[in-house]
């Protein structure tokens, strides 16, 4: 195995060995579940930042389709 890469990666592992087996458990879970949801929001911002420039044009879009007259409210029954 490997040795740590960083001083931040080595005091977590010193400081779940202080932990008994059961709560060592418990913790990689709520690690596991934290990293997760840290990529999950990293893939968010990718899709964000790609789509970005087309989100800003299709909002001018609908502003000037307003002003214009073009558009009309939403009818929410009908989706």
């Not at 001083?7 to 934290?34: D, G």
């Not at 949801?37 to 990718?46: I, K």
């Amino acid at each position: 195995m490997s040795s740590p890469s960083s001083p931040a990666i080595t005091t977590v592992i010193k400081m779940l060995e202080s932990l008994p087996a059961a709560l060592q458990e418990k913790v990689v879970e709520q690690v596991r579940e934290f990293i997760a949801d840290l990529e999950d929001e990293e893939r968010w911002q990718v899709s964000f930042e790609q789509t970005y420039e087309q989100l800003i044009a299709s909002a001018q879009k609908a502003k000037r389709e307003i002003a214009e007259g073009k558009s009309s409210p939403m009818d929410y029954e009908q989706l």
